[in-house]
């Protein structure tokens, strides 16, 4: 989780509000998902938990998960 958290500020700094191991069925299994918000708005950072690669980040929308 630790280095996950840090390819997710370097993908998207700022202030990490929420950070969870997920199960993704029917994508590449198991990735670590983060909130990170910057000047008010709130990105979603998926890191894939067995490469360490960047999956997903994108502004969340206005009906967050």
């Known amino acids: 989780m630790t280095a996950a958290k840090a390819i997710a500020l ?8 929420d950070a ?6 029917g994508g590449p299994g198991l990735r670590y ?3 990170i918000k910057l000047r008010g708005k709130t990105f979603e950072v998926g890191v894939d ?5 960047v999956l997903e980040n994108k502004k969340e929308g206005k009906n967050p998960d």
């Open 10 to 17: 370097k993908a998207h700094p700022g202030k990490m509000t």
């Open 49 to 53: 938990a067995m490469t360490g690669k």
């Open 20 to 25: 969870e191991l997920e199960n993704e069925g």
């Open 33 to 35: 998902s983060f909130d």
